[in-house]
C-alpha cells in the first residue's frame, strides 16, 4: 500500500489550498486517517485526524480553519485549508492506522507567503 498525497503548492496569506492524500493497493478496516506537517527546524505535529466513523480531532492553531474528510470508501482522505497563514507553511503528510499497520505519505509541500 502507498499514500501519495497532492494539492500542496504556493499560497497568499489568506487564501486556500485542498490537500489529497489517496491510498493505492488493498486498505481495509481503516481505524484513523491523519493529516501531520513539519515546518523546517520544528517537530512534526498533527494537523488533523479523522476516525472511519467520522469523529474528528484539530490541532489548536488550525481549529476553524481547516476541515478534514475522508471518502466512504476510507481510502481517500482530504484537507481543506483556508485562511491560511505564513506559519502553516510545512511539509504536510498523511498517515493511515488501521489494526495492523501504520502507513505514512510521502508528503506535500505547502508554502504560505506574507
Known amino acids: 500500500v502507498q499514500l501519495q498525497a497532492s494539492g500542496g503548492g504556493l499560497a497568499q496569506t489568506g487564501g486556500s489550498l485542498r490537500l489529497s492524500c489517496a491510498a493505492s493497493?488493498?486498505?481495509?478496516?481503516?481505524?484513523?486517517m491523519s493529516w501531520y506537517r513539519q515546518a523546517p527546524g520544528q517537530e512534526r505535529e498533527l494537523v488533523a485526524a479523522i476516525t472511519s466513523s467520522d469523529s474528528t480531532k484539530y490541532g489548536d492553531s488550525v481549529k476553524g480553519r481547516f476541515t478534514i474528510s475522508r471518502n466512504n470508501a476510507n481510502d481517500n482522505v482530504f484537507l481543506q485549508m483556508n485562511n491560511l497563514k505564513p506559519e502553516d507553511t510545512a511539509v504536510y503528510s498523511c498517515?493511515?492506522?488501521?489494526?495492523?499497520?501504520?502507513?505514512w505519505g510521502q508528503g506535500t509541500l505547502v508554502t504560505v507567503s506574507s
Open positions: 493497493g488493498d486498505i481495509s478496516n481503516v481505524i484513523v
Open positions: 498517515r493511515f492506522v488501521g489494526g495492523d499497520y501504520d502507513y
